[in-house]
C-alpha cells in the first residue's frame, strides 16, 4: 500500500495508474492507523500531481477499508470517486477468515486476543467487531469505531465531511465472497446481537447519518452493488467485474 508504482495500463491509452504498494503479506497486519498515515503520504504526492482533474481510487479487501480511512483523514484529498471492492467496512466476525491468519483462533473467543493492547497492535484486531462484546469493541478497538463515527471523537465532524467531498462512493460486494464476514459489511451493514445482519438502511450508521452514507444516497452519490458467485479472491481478477462494475465509474 506504499511505495508508489506509476504505470501505464491497458485500461485506456490515457490512464495513469498509481499502486500503492507497502502493506502486503505479513506487512498487512500492522496497524491499521500506521498503514493509514503512510498510504496518505503517497495519496498525497498523487494528489499534488492531478489536483485540477482528481483521480479515482479503488480499495480492495482491507485495502478498502483502510483507504476510505484515508480520505477521512485527508481534508484536502483530490478523489473524486471511491470504489470499495469487497472491503469490511463494518468490520469482520467469522471463523473462516480468521483461520486464513490465526489458524487456532475462533471467532467465539477471538476477542480476548484482538479487545487487548496487544491486539490493538494488528490491522485485524482494529476491525474486529464482535456483536456479543460490543463494550469492549467501544472500549478497546481504536480504528473501527472511530472511523465510523461509532465512537464520537474531535475528529468526527472532518471523517464524515471529508467523505463526503466525494462525487461517487462505489461499494461492491457479494454472497459468495466467502472471506468478509458477514458479507454484507462490504455494503456497511452488520450483525446485531442476535446475529442477524441490519441492512445498511436500518443501521444507526445510516439513520444518523453518522459519516454521510445517507447524505450521499440521497443525491444519487452512493452506489451499492451486489455480485454472486464471486469469490474474494476473484473480484479485481474477474474480467465481467472489473468490464460491468468498475470500469464505468473510471471515467
Known amino acids: 500500500m506504499m511505495h508508489l508504482v506509476k504505470r501505464i495500463q491497458t485500461i485506456?491509452?490515457?490512464?495513469?495508474?498509481?499502486?500503492?504498494?507497502?502493506?502486503?503479506?505479513?506487512s498487512s497486519l500492522e496497524n491499521a492507523w500506521h498503514q493509514v498515515l503512510e498510504a496518505q503520504e503517497n495519496l498525497k504526492v498523487v494528489c499534488d500531481l492531478h489536483s485540477e482533474e482528481g483521480?479515482?481510487?479503488?480499495?480492495?479487501s482491507q485495502g478498502g477499508l483502510l483507504g476510505r480511512a484515508v480520505l477521512q483523514t485527508y481534508p484536502d484529498h483530490c478523489v473524486k470517486t471511491f470504489i470499495s471492492l469487497s472491503s469490511p467496512q463494518a468490520g469482520q466476525f467469522g471463523d473462516d477468515f480468521l483461520h486464513l491468519i490465526f489458524p487456532s483462533l475462533v471467532a467465539k473467543t477471538a476477542y480476548q486476543l484482538f479487545y487487548t493492547y496487544v491486539g490493538q497492535h494488528t490491522s485485524v484486531g482494529n476491525y474486529?467487531?464482535?456483536?456479543?462484546?460490543?463494550?469492549?469493541?467501544?472500549?478497546?478497538?481504536?480504528?473501527?469505531?472511530?472511523?465510523?463515527?461509532?465512537?464520537?471523537?474531535?475528529?468526527?465532524?472532518?471523517?464524515?465531511?471529508?467523505?463526503m467531498r466525494l462525487e461517487r462512493l462505489v461499494l461492491i460486494g457479494g454472497p459468495d465472497d466467502g472471506v468478509i464476514t458477514p458479507w454484507e459489511s462490504s455494503h456497511f451493514s452488520f450483525y446485531n446481537e442476535s446475529f442477524a445482519v441490519v441492512p445498511l438502511q436500518e443501521s444507526l450508521l445510516y439513520t444518523e447519518d453518522l459519516i454521510g452514507l445517507?447524505?450521499?444516497?440521497?443525491?444519487?452519490?452512493?452506489?451499492i452493488i451486489e455480485r454472486k458467485n464471486v469469490h474474494h479472491y476473484e473480484w479485481h481478477r474477474t474480467d465481467d467485474v472489473i468490464d460491468s462494475v468498475i470500469l464505468p465509474y473510471l471515467d
Open 55 to 60: 483521480i479515482n481510487m479503488i480499495g480492495y
Open 214 to 223: 445517507k447524505t450521499l444516497k440521497e443525491n444519487g452519490r452512493l452506489d
Open 128 to 163: 474486529w467487531n464482535d456483536p456479543h462484546h460490543q463494550d469492549l469493541f467501544e472500549e478497546f478497538s481504536i480504528f473501527l469505531p472511530y472511523v465510523n463515527n461509532h465512537i464520537i471523537s474531535t475528529n468526527s465532524s472532518q471523517f464524515r465531511e471529508t467523505l
Open 12 to 26: 485506456h491509452p490515457d490512464t495513469v495508474v498509481y499502486n500503492f504498494e507497502r502493506f502486503g503479506g505479513w
